[in-house]
């Protein structure tokens, strides 16, 4: 693997760059650590709303002409905000990857915002929303989260109230992004077939505005405390399968012993070899799908059980579950299984540099939380480093843990059944 650049600007803006000779295209991405988490009360939904309106009309281009363009050189655009950043990115061919980042310069810093496409988009997310509400799924892990974070500035749907988004006016929105766009949370990051030079050149040229930008900073992240104040949520749907979703809180990204707990996480629900897979599916066919999942931040961390079965199963399969926790509490995790989640760990982070863009967005994240890129072959020995006792410190501590939330969505369910997790 290349060495990665990195230049920090006086504002605290960053740009990195890893040259990988022979790849066949370059990757762009603009990360902003601004999302869900950074909305006031009456602001819910507008960093999601604002990634929306970076595709529209500029100065210069309207919208259709910026999607034709960008189309045109072969660009393959999108992005994402989640609690605690937004991405936008593209990747193309090298020879065209100036004038993308011309035009992607042009969408961060002169956007119109006008109050027509601002109507248009409003409907778009508005229709976003309900779609949102009719996956069961999507649901009954919406009502843990909001649960587990409640009281936090995080305990709400990244898409939003749609009251707030019918309503909110074009100052509004401009006036989160003023107020959170700040240059020391803006991170360019490339990855491809180009040097940090040519990078660097492109990227100032067509970012001067912000990376010139004065900015005395700002407070930094501080965690949050998770406490739910209730343990079982039941939503009832008309619905042939209840969704069960349990979250627990966890760890946040920076914590020595993530390495364990995302071990702990493939044992416990990571494949089809996996605990809850083998006890809920092989043995007993209580559903068709099940898995454990790991999420973290600076701020807090979540891991996360999902299971959907039959509704008359809910109480069946909260039981296994909690029998599934119990015995790895109780006995740990063997020896064998910690070799296979350790070669799985490794092996999705290699498989995510086959990808320039995962790259580009990962250096940028990594770099957001660790104010560095740890390498591979450091978070390789991180990951051998782990011990049996070290995994079953989590198991421990995980069943023991009182801060969780079981939610579930389904018809003719008692809540009495969600009890038995």
């Not at 595709?55 to 999108?78: D, P």
């Not at 030079?197 to 492109?202: G, H, I």
């Not at 209840?242 to 494949?271: C, E, M, T, W």
């Not at 209580?286 to 509704?311: D, N, Q, R």
Request: proline share 2%; glycine share 6%; with cysteine.
């Amino acid at each position: 693997m290349k060495n990665i650049d990195i230049k920090k600007y006086d504002n605290g803006a960053k740009l990195i760059c890893q040259e990988i000779e022979g790849a066949s295209y370059v990757a762009f991405a603009i990360h902003v650590s601004v999302g869900a988490g950074d909305e006031r009360e009456s602001e819910l939904g507008l960093a999601h709303f604002l990634e929306h309106l970076f595709f529209k009309s500029t100065k210069e281009m309207s919208t259709q002409e910026l999607a034709t363009s960008l189309e045109s050189l072969g660009a393959r655009i999108n992005a994402q905000t989640n609690d605690v950043k937004t991405d936008y990115h593209f990747h193309c061919l090298k020879e065209n990857f100036e004038r993308c980042v011309e035009i992607y310069s042009q969408m961060f810093s002169q956007g119109l915002f006008n109050d027509e496409e601002i109507a248009k988009e409003k409907s778009v997310v508005l229709e976003e929303i309900k779609r949102a509400k009719d996956s069961p799924l999507h649901v009954a892990y919406m009502n843990a989260f909001r649960e587990l974070m409640g009281g936090t500035r995080f305990g709400h749907d990244v898409l939003g109230l749609p009251e707030v988004i019918s309503n909110v006016t074009r100052e509004e929105i401009l006036s989160f992004k003023e107020r959170n766009y700040t240059p020391n949370r803006i991170i360019f990051s490339v990855c491809g077939n180009i040097s940090f030079n040519e990078a660097k050149v492109v990227v100032e040229k067509y970012f001067q505005k912000t990376l010139n930008e004065k900015f005395e900073g700002r407070p930094s992240a501080l965690p949050v405390v998770i406490k739910p104040k209730k343990n079982y949520i039941l939503e009832t749907q008309d619905r042939n399968q209840a969704q069960i979703y349990i979250l627990f809180k966890s760890i946040a990204a920076n914590d020595p012993s993530r390495f364990s707990v995302h071990l702990f996480q493939d044992i416990l629900g990571g494949g089809l070899s996996s605990r809850l897979f083998t006890e809920l599916r092989e043995k007993r066919g209580l559903v068709y799908s099940t898995w454990a999942e790991c999420y973290s931040c600076l701020e807090f961390g979540i891991l996360g059980i999902y299971a959907g079965t039959s509704p008359n199963n809910v109480g069946l399969a909260l039981e296994n579950i909690k029998a599934v926790l119990k015995e790895l509490s109780h006995h740990g995790v063997t020896e064998q299984e910690l070799i296979k989640a350790k070669n799985n760990l490794k092996s999705s982070k290699v498989y995510a540099q086959d990808s320039k863009m995962q790259i580009a967005k990962l250096n940028a994240a990594k770099f957001a939380i660790f104010g560095e890129i740890p390498s591979l072959d450091w978070e390789f020995e991180m990951i051998e480093k782990v011990t049996i006792e070290d995994v079953n410190k989590v198991a421990k501590q995980l069943y023991s843990e009182k801060d969780f939330v079981v939610s579930v969505v389904g018809k003719d369910i008692e809540e009495s059944e969600l009890r038995k997790f």
